[in-house]
C-alpha cells in the first residue's frame, strides 16, 4: 500500500521559501508513488482563536472538519513552516489550538495525570526555515520552537517518530542555497514516498 502523506504549510504566504519547500516535498513523494494531500494554512476560513479553552464547545469551520479527515487519513504528517520570533508562526499555533483537540489528537483520563494519545500509529516530519543559523539556535535558544511542536504537541498526541530539519539562515542566503534547500525538501518527499 502506498504511504499516505498530508503535507501541512504552516507559513501564510504562498510566494515563500516555506511554499516552495511544501511543494519539492509534495512532488518528490508524489513521484515515489505516495498519496499527498496537501493543505495550505493561508488558504484556510478560520477563526485562529480558541475563545473559551476547553471549557466550551467551539464549532469547527468546514475547512477545519477537513483537516481533522486529512490528519486522521495520513499516515505521515509534514509540517513546513518558518520560526519566527524563537517558535510558531501565529497562524499555525491557532491552527494546532483548533485542531488537535480532546477527543481528536488526545484524551485526559479520568482521576489520572495520563492521557490517551489518539493520534498514535503516525510519524511526522518538520521542514523549519529560520533567520538564525541552526547551530545558534539549537544550542544558544535551546530549540524552543522545535521543542514546543516535537515534544508538547505531535509526541503529546501520540505522533512519532518526528524528524525535524533545520534550514537557514534564509536572511541573507543566496539564491543558489535557497535552491539547494527545495533540492533537499524534494529529496526527502522522495524518500518519505518510497517507504
Known amino acids: 500500500m502506498a504511504p499516505r502523506i498530508l503535507v501541512i504549510l504552516g507559513q501564510p504566504s504562498a510566494h515563500s521559501l516555506s511554499a516552495a519547500m511544501a511543494q519539492a516535498y509534495r512532488d518528490g513523494a508524489s513521484a515515489a508513488g505516495a498519496e499527498v494531500r496537501f493543505l495550505a494554512l493561508g488558504d484556510l476560513a478560520f477563526d485562529p482563536i480558541l475563545h473559551h479553552g476547553y471549557?466550551?464547545?467551539?464549532?469547527?469551520e468546514p475547512?477545519?472538519?477537513?483537516?481533522?479527515?486529512?490528519?486522521?487519513?495520513a499516515g505521515h504528517l509534514v509540517w513546513v513552516y518558518p520560526i519566527w520570533w524563537g517558535g510558531?508562526?501565529?497562524l499555525l499555533k491557532g491552527f494546532l489550538d483548533r485542531v488537535f483537540l480532546p477527543g481528536f489528537a488526545f484524551?485526559?483520563?479520568?482521576?489520572?495525570?495520563?492521557?490517551?494519545?489518539?493520534?498514535?500509529?503516525?510519524?511526522?516530519?518538520?521542514?523549519?526555515?529560520?533567520d538564525s543559523p541552526p547551530w545558534y539556535y539549537r544550542w544558544v535558544q535551546r530549540q524552543p520552537g522545535h521543542r514546543q511542536m516535537k515534544k508538547t504537541i505531535l509526541e503529546f498526541s501520540g505522533i512519532r517518530p518526528v524528524r525535524v530539519h533545520s534550514f537557514?539562515?534564509?536572511?541573507?542566503?543566496?539564491e543558489a542555497t535557497r535552491?539547494?534547500?527545495i533540492?533537499?525538501?524534494?529529496?526527502?518527499g522522495l524518500r518519505a514516498g518510497g517507504r
Open 55 to 60: 471549557r466550551q464547545i467551539q464549532p469547527l
Open 107 to 130: 484524551k485526559y483520563r479520568p482521576h489520572s495525570a495520563l492521557w490517551d494519545r489518539l493520534l498514535a500509529g503516525r510519524s511526522a516530519e518538520l521542514l523549519v526555515t529560520m
Open 63 to 73: 475547512d477545519l472538519e477537513a483537516a481533522q479527515a486529512d490528519i486522521a487519513w
Open 88 to 90: 510558531l508562526p501565529a
Open 168 to 174: 537557514g539562515p534564509v536572511v541573507r542566503s543566496s
Open 183 to 188: 533540492a533537499q525538501a524534494r529529496a526527502l
Open 179 to 181: 535552491a539547494g534547500w
